[in-house]
C-alpha cells in the first residue's frame, strides 16, 4: 500500500451526518495536511496538523493525528450538499539537505444527499 | 487575489508535438510543484523547485522537463509527448521550501494526447 492510504474510498451520507475519512502512512512525517477537491478542480488546503499536534479544529472539521499508529481522521460535523467533494490526506516528509516530499493518497469521494 | 495560474486549461494534441503548460502565482512563494492526477492514483509528483534555478525531480519525472528562470513562474515542458501522458495536470506553491505551509493550487490543465 502507498503513504497516505485513505479508507474508505467512497462514502454516502445525509446531509445533517457527520462524515469520517481516515488516512494511514508509512513513515516519520514532519506534518499531515487535508485537501479537498471539487470536481475536476484544483485542490484547496483545508487543514494542517503538525507530528507534534493530536488534535486540530477548524470550524466544522476536526482532525486527529496518532503518530504511534500512523494515522489520522478527518471529521466533517453536520455535513451540507456542497460538501460534496473528494478529500485527500497529503503526508509532508522533510529532508535532512532542505526542502520537502508531500505524498498525496489516492482521495475519498463524499456524497452529500441533501 | 492570490492565486496561482496555469495556461492552458484544457490541451488536445498530438504525439511527439512539443508543449508547454505555463505556471505562474503572485504569491512570492519560494517553493513551486508540478503534479499529475489520474483516476485511482492521487496526485503524484513530476518536478519541484525550491528557488530560482533550483529544480529537481519528483515521483514521475520521465518525459518532463522544468525549468525556474524567474520567482513566480513554473513552465512544465513536454518535449515528445505521448499518450501515456494524458492527465489532469496541477501546478502548486507554497510559502517556504521547509513543508510546513499548505500549497496552493491552480486550477489543473486537462491534458489529451492522441
Known amino acids: 500500500s502507498q503513504q497516505g492510504e485513505e479508507d474508505p474510498q467512497a462514502l454516502s451520507i445525509q446531509e445533517g451526518e457527520n462524515a469520517t475519512m481516515n488516512c494511514s502512512y508509512k513513515t516519520s512525517i514532519n506534518n499531515l495536511q487535508w485537501y479537498r477537491q471539487n470536481s475536476g478542480r484544483g485542490l484547496v488546503h483545508l487543514i494542517l496538523?503538525?507530528?507534534?499536534?493530536r488534535e486540530k479544529h477548524s470550524g466544522r472539521l476536526r482532525v486527529t493525528l496518532d503518530t504511534s499508529k500512523k494515522s489520522s481522521s478527518l471529521l466533517i460535523t453536520a455535513s451540507r450538499a456542497a460538501d460534496t467533494a473528494s478529500y485527500f490526506c497529503a503526508t509532508v516528509l522533510g529532508f535532512n539537505t532542505g526542502g520537502f516530499k508531500t505524498i498525496f493518497g489516492a482521495g475519498t469521494r463524499l456524497f452529500v444527499k441533501a | 487575489e492570490a492565486q496561482v495560474t496555469q495556461n492552458p486549461r484544457y490541451l488536445i494534441t498530438v504525439t511527439g508535438k512539443k508543449l508547454t503548460v505555463t505556471c505562474s502565482q503572485n504569491m512570492n512563494h519560494e517553493y513551486m510543484s508540478w503534479y499529475r492526477q489520474d483516476p485511482g492514483l492521487g496526485l503524484r509528483q513530476i518536478y519541484y523547485?525550491?528557488?530560482?534555478?533550483?529544480?529537481d525531480k519528483g515521483d514521475v519525472p520521465e518525459g518532463y522537463k522544468v525549468s525556474r528562470k524567474e520567482k513566480r513562474n513554473f513552465p512544465l515542458i513536454l518535449e515528445s509527448p505521448s499518450p501515456n501522458q494524458t492527465s489532469l495536470y496541477f501546478c502548486a506553491s507554497s510559502l517556504s521550501t521547509s513543508g510546513s505551509y499548505e500549497q496552493y493550487f491552480g486550477p489543473g490543465t486537462r491534458l489529451t494526447v492522441t
Open positions: 496538523i503538525r507530528s507534534n499536534e
Open positions: 523547485s525550491m528557488n530560482v534555478e533550483v529544480t
